[in-house]
């Protein structure tokens, strides 16, 4: 099954993260099917920049998103039935 999860970047103790596609089996940090966006919680606020269209290209083509992603998706409004997701299909 293929996911939509965070790959974890920076120095130590300093993380960010990549949003990425990729394999359930493929390790945290390990082979990617596609990086589509960033996270960084270390600034203020949090930055975060994701492809919209190809997250919603991958839900749509069966990716299942981790749980600190889906918050993430559904803060950018990505996630149908959220309010952003209706105003932008508007």
Known sequence: MVRIRLRRQGAKKQPSYRVVVADQ???????????????????????????????IYWLNQGAQPSEGVARLLKSAGAVAGTPAAQAQAA
């Not at 990617?32 to 919209?52: A, K, M, S, V």
């Open 25 to 55: 089996h493929s390790p945290r940090d390990g082979r990617i099917i596609e990086n589509i966006g960033f996270y960084n919680p270390r600034t203020e606020p949090e930055t975060f920049q994701i492809d919209l269209e190809r997250a």
